[in-house]
Every structure is written in C-alpha cells, then in structure tokens.
C-alpha cells in the first residue's frame, strides 16, 4: 500500500512539473498570438503594467483550469496502479487517455479565456475599447480585465473537474446473473 501511494505522488509531483511549464509555454504563445489590437509582447517590453497584469491573470486562470483536469489523469493512474486485476488499459492507452484529458482542459481554458475577454470587450465597448485602454497601459483596465478571467476560471474550473471525472474509466464491479 505504501509504494502504490508513494508511485502515484511521485507520478502527481513529476506531471505537475511538467504541467506547470508547458502551461505557461502554450498559454503564453496562445494569448499573445490571439491579440488582434496589438502585440501585447511588445507591450510587455515596453513595460506596459495594464498588459503585463492581464496576461499574469490569464496564465493564473489557465492554470487554475488545467489543474482541475489533472485531477482526472492522477485519478485513472492511481487506479491502474492500484487495482492491477483491472489493467484492461495498458500503459501507452493510459498516456493517451491522460493526454486527451489535459488536451481537453487546455481547450476549454483557452475557449473560457477568449469567450469570457470578448463578451467583457463587447459588453463594455461602447463606453470603452478595452483593447486600446490596455495598449495605453491603462492599469486599472488590465486589472479589471484579469479579475474578470479569474472568476470566469473558478467556476469553469468546477465543471472542467466534473467533466474530467465523469469521463475516467471505472473499474467493472463483475457480473451478477440472476437466472437463467
């Protein structure tokens, strides 16, 4: 019992490292290459507090998503070393299979970002265009725009988990026959 937890947290430990830095890669190229107003790297270089405080939020929110999907594929691992009698998966499905699912979480964290930042945008744009407010590193736009992005990921992150977990491959309890 003491080396299938030990294996599983250090399978959990390793996945969160590696999670953690390809994470904030795809986060980062994603949102900056979706920008249509401007380059908000470029913005970034400059010193632009307003951008760089969105983009720190939408890294925080993606992360906030993509941890919620882990839950699952430490879950299936955990079974799969846990209930050997049930490894109708193998290894490499089980990759795939943990794959897909960190694969959907990171859709839907891009798909939650992008959906919650427009309709803001949209709701707001006839008083402001939030996209040439943050390029004139209007600080309190960012920080209102960031705020906005975490609290569209707490509650997408709930349903991300629900999700994930309804979709984890559960162990078969056996076969009852009643009659014949």
Do not use: W
């Amino acid at each position: 019992m003491f080396t299938t937890r030990l294996i599983v947290s250090v399978f959990e430990f390793v996945l969160a490292v590696v999670m953690s830095g390809l994470i904030i890669a795809i986060t980062y190229r994603v949102f900056i290459k979706a920008n249509p107003d401007f380059n908000m790297e470029e913005e970034i270089k400059k010193g632009n507090l307003a951008v760089g405080a969105l983009v720190a939020a939408i890294l925080f929110a993606a992360s906030m998503i993509l941890q919620k999907g882990m839950d699952s594929v430490v879950s299936m691992f955990r079974l799969y070393v846990s209930a050997p009698g049930e490894q109708t998966l193998g290894l490499g499905k089980l990759a795939l299979l943990g794959a897909a699912h960190l694969g959907l979480a990171m859709l839907l964290a891009v798909i939650t970002i992008s959906v919650t930042l427009r309709l803001f945008g949209r709701m707001v744009r006839p008083r402001m265009n939030a996209g040439q407010e943050l390029q004139k590193g209007n600080l309190a736009v960012g920080l209102v725009l960031g705020s906005v992005v975490l609290v569209a990921a707490m509650y997408v992150g709930e349903g991300v988990s629900a999700v994930s977990k309804a979709l984890v491959p559960q162990p078969s309890i056996g076969r009852i026959e009643i009659m014949k």
